[in-house]
């Protein structure tokens, strides 16, 4: 007959590795450091550590610094000229022509970047169209704040507001699909 196991033994405690305060029996399946259930991220093979899961991601990330900036640098040029033409093209060629537009973008940024991932490229590309967008269209936006400005001394049945969303909405629409699609091939 087998013995049962003797459970009335005390156990020494331990804690989580970034959170000393936290008691913890779990521990990372690829480097054994004790972590608690905040710091673990569950993965196809077991709960592993922040920092081991960072390492193994950092593999896929190979573009050098350079072949990023040369991505960006593409982003910059291609969405500024897609910023001045898209938007005044109205809502319906925004809607139209943005998504394939930041798809192209997005393709031509990963063929400058040596067909290479960037850990923050996606992130970056996506703030170039978004700045792009400003600054294609700062006239129009200048024209809308000034607008605004002299609201008060316009006749009576000017809609202000229903201008602005006018002038406003297509580059809205436009920086915001094109950023997607951007930042959908980039990742």
């Known amino acids: 007959m087998s013995q049962a196991p003797d459970y009335t033994s005390v156990e020494e405690k331990t804690y989580c590795a970034v959170h000393p305060d936290v008691e913890t029996a779990l521990r990372c399946n690829r480097c054994g450091r004790y972590m608690c259930p905040r710091c673990a991220v569950r993965t196809e093979v077991g709960y592993r550590c922040r920092e081991c ?31 001045l033409i898209l938007p005044r093209l109205f809502l319906l060629g925004v809607l139209f022509f943005s998504l394939p537009t930041g798809v192209a973008i997005g393709e031509l940024a990963f063929r400058a970047a040596g067909r290479q991932r960037g ?62 699609a951007v930042y959908g091939r980039l990742r």
Not at 54 to 76: D, I, S, W
Not at 120 to 133: C, E, F, N, W
Not at 154 to 163: E, F, K, N
Request: positive net charge; aromatic residues 6%; glycine residues 8%.
């Open 53 to 83: 899961v960072y390492q193994q991601q950092g593999k896929f990330y190979k573009a050098t610094e350079r072949q990023q900036a040369l991505a960006l640098a593409v982003v910059f040029a291609l969405s500024l000229l897609a910023g």
């Open 119 to 180: 850990r923050y490229l996606p992130q970056l590309a996506v703030g170039m169209v978004i700045l792009t967008a400003l600054i294609a269209n700062a006239g129009a936006i200048g024209e809308v704040l000034r607008l605004i400005e002299v609201a008060d001394r316009l006749p009576r049945g000017v809609d202000v507001g229903s201008l602005a969303l006018q002038r406003l909405l297509p580059i809205g629409v436009y920086a915001a699909l094109c950023s997607l």
